[in-house]
């Protein structure tokens, strides 16, 4: 990635369209879960995701990181409504922490940031990454989409993308050229 261009200025556009149009009208479910605290994956499960939310869509001048929208406390709440979510993210969350106490003697969470960027680096393109880290390059496909899933439709997220729908109106007026292209096509 170049200097001065953040890796939320590449995703945002071409990630969140469709995500905004999947979820136009609902309401994210972000607030059924307490702020900060799991509601299903253990407090040490939470806390690795929270920092993995974070590694895929930090803070910038702009925006407020993954984890302060209510993206881990989402993905929270999908585990405890899925059982094959709930899988995929006890054993990915997992697979972290052993590859990283593998290389650097401590859990995800616990290891300095470039070594946790090292590691999401070598699972991030799949087509690179070491056949013994396919379950991992796996579990952070998962986690990348679900990432970007919960925070594009959190407040910050819309607010990101320009995102302006999902409000009720008092009226509406047909558009003029929509009325002169009907008139056209109507012959009495």
């Not at 307490?34 to 995701?49: C, D, K, M, S, V």
């Not at 585990?79 to 052993?98: F, K, Q, S």
């Not at 679900?146 to 993308?161: E, I």
């Amino acid at each position: 990635m170049s200097k001065g261009v953040s890796r939320r200025a590449v995703l945002a556009p071409a990630l969140a369209a469709p995500l905004v149009a999947q979820h136009e009208g609902h309401q994210p479910a972000v607030a059924a879960a307490p702020a900060g605290q799991p509601i299903f994956l253990t407090p040490h499960e939470f806390a690795t995701l929270r920092k993995l939310c974070d590694l895929i869509l930090p803070a910038d001048e702009t925006s407020p990181a993954a984890s302060a929208t209510g993206t881990p406390e989402y993905i929270d709440l999908l585990c405890r409504g899925n059982e094959r979510i709930a899988r995929i993210y006890h054993g990915g969350l997992a697979w972290l922490d052993a590859a990283c106490r593998n290389l650097h003697g401590v859990a995800f969470a616990e290891a300095a940031e470039p070594a946790q960027v090292a590691i999401l680096e070598k699972l991030a393109y799949r087509e690179k990454t070491p056949a013994e880290w396919k379950a991992g390059a796996e579990f952070f496909n998962w986690a990348r989409r679900m990432t970007l899933d919960g925070y594009y439709t959190s407040p910050a997220g819309y607010r990101d993308v320009g995102y302006v729908g999902g409000k009720g109106m008092t009226t509406y007026e047909v558009p003029v050229e929509a009325l002169e292209q009907a008139l056209k096509k109507w012959k009495p």
